[in-house]
């Protein structure tokens, strides 16, 4: 048996989420059955964690487990043969042997997701389906202060949905940032060593409730020490979320050579 | 009458092109469509100029002709009402009242195109719309070189599609550069004054085999001075380009506000 860790990109438009679901077109499932089919018997896979229908990702991970000796695997042509059966909107960007010790969701040491927002006047036919469009003005510096406070461990019990799971709802955020990339293209930046259900969706619509001036900036600091949903802004929507990268220990020296 | 200049975006996947094409799905024909509608009555416009079936724009600039007063006309409402109008891959960023004198064509002193490249060893899920996927390694400074040898005053007689129109080939290249935007991401940039029909595709396939290591990069000063289109290289996809912007005489302060 080899164990195998994959580096998966998805546009998530078509995708009912990345998690299994019966009936439902999802990134498991389309994943699942191209492996299935390559490898001749059902396959499983395992993602690092969950992301919501409509959410993308350029850096994804999974792992399976093949029936196959290492020496006996050709790993390039699996990648290669792997894209050549799924659709356009998913692929595998990298595959690489991982020991038996190696698990995509417990091992992840750290998450880091890129929510886009485009801050113009009219909408745009080229960035709509990864950038969420705002029409008015937003104040970049209010935002850059409401996110800073964001850095550190704080309890997320407040920026979770309320269908959210029995995990811890303590959080250590490594990086909170703003960024603006020109022509009304403003990048929120977030890694965190895990996220709780939909946390990076509240928070932005936190941070753009703070650029239009309905909330102050201290705000998000008084909705993380309140715990209370309600003092939080709305969910922003999925398209504007990307899971950019998921952190493992050194030791496996994942996907170094891309 | 009023004569209107129009910043036009396009995703140029689901249009055969910009240009007017009985029964066929275009830029212009939904545009005109749309201004149509609005205006209740059939309204033509003007492009700055041609964009193949497949190629995308961000910068594209149109006018039109309206028979209302300056003063009576509400741009900002017929930029939203526009805008609701279209499908979601066209869109008018922006609408600006300019003199009689202003042609979207004849006006235009130049183009910039960007032609995006993905050069790493599986596809994407996320950029295969706008970017050319080549999994074999470029060398990015080979293609430098070729690159420079654009700028300046050329005969492109050798770099068209041979079904061409008859306007000069002697195109002014004020910038041909190679940009690495990381994780195998490269933009080829080229602005003239004009250009001829497919030039930049096939220097952008010129670029690509000089890459490659099938042509030498002096290649492309070679082809240049023999004006021959069997020594410049392939046509590359249409997907990977985008009309970037289009430049007007500085007296027009053409969409400045943006």
Known sequence: MTRIAMLIEYDGKRFHGSQFQLG???VQSELESA???YLRKPTQIILSGRTDQGVHAVGQVGHVDIDEDERALDLWR????INGILKKDLSLRSVQVVPASFHARFEA???????RLLNRSQRSAVLKDNHYFIPRALNLSSMQEGAASLLGTHDFRG?????ADKSS??????RAEILNKGEGQLEFWIAADHFVYNMVRIIAGTLIE?????KAPESLATALVAKDRNLAGVTAPSWGLTLHSVYYPDKYNLFQAL
Chains 1, 2 share one sequence.
């Open 78 to 81: 699996l990648n290669w043969a």
């Open 159 to 163: 920026f979770r949905s309320t269908n």
């Open 210 to 214: 703070i650029g239009l001036g309905k």
């Open 109 to 115: 040491v750290q998450r880091e997701y890129v929510y």
């Open 169 to 174: 709802t303590v959080c250590l955020v490594r």
């Open 35 to 37: 492996l299935s089919t």
């Open 24 to 26: 439902l077109r999802t």
